[in-house]
């Protein structure tokens, strides 16, 4: 959804997205869209920035870090972003950058990419670990298999013969 900025009337404008998970392709494996992306987005618009405030609400699916299953992951976000034109962002040279600034982007015509932007802001709060409860097991690092639904017969006393020199040591 681009968003032609000479079209707002007055200093802002209020969009309601609602985006599916075919529109919605994160391109991230491991992750995948499982219902309807849902957004609420005012931009308003500056001498010479542009400032955009939303809400996000999506429902994942991520696979387990520990057992590589897939599992169903709520994402509920407020964000807050600012474009400004070319002419007014600078790469040259050292200067101090307020925190502010770290949410600042380029915008190059008078036109938002209102998907690019929420697909940049989903992945910046996907979580760090991605667990499916956390008790899961994981995977056996013998056999492989998932020891949240088997109990493998892999023997656990079993030392790798590097350290086996330190069973030994008491």
């Given at each position: ?16 997205v609602e ?151 008491k």
């Open positions: 959804m681009i968003i032609d900025l000479n079209s707002i009337q007055g200093n802002h404008g209020d969009f309601n985006l599916s998970p075919s529109e919605f392709d994160l391109e991230t494996d491991g992750v995948s869209v499982s219902a309807p992306i849902r957004s609420e987005v005012t931009v308003t618009k500056g001498a010479d920035r542009l400032k955009v405030v939303g809400k996000v609400a999506a429902d994942l699916e991520i696979d387990c870090l520990r057992c590589l299953e897939p599992f169903g992951h709520e994402l509920r976000f407020e964000f807050i972003a600012g474009f400004v034109p070319p002419e007014h962002f600078t790469t040259d040279g050292e200067h101090q950058v307020s925190g502010e600034d770290l949410n600042v982007d380029v915008i190059e015509d008078d036109r938002l990419d209102l998907v690019g932007l929420l697909k940049e802001q989903v992945l910046l709060n996907l979580p760090e670990s991605a667990y499916c409860r956390d008790d899961c097991k994981g995977l056996c690092d013998k056999c492989g298999e998932n020891r949240n639904l088997i109990n493998c017969s892999c023997n656990e006393k079993e030392i790798d013969p590097r350290w086996a020199a330190l069973r030994n040591l």
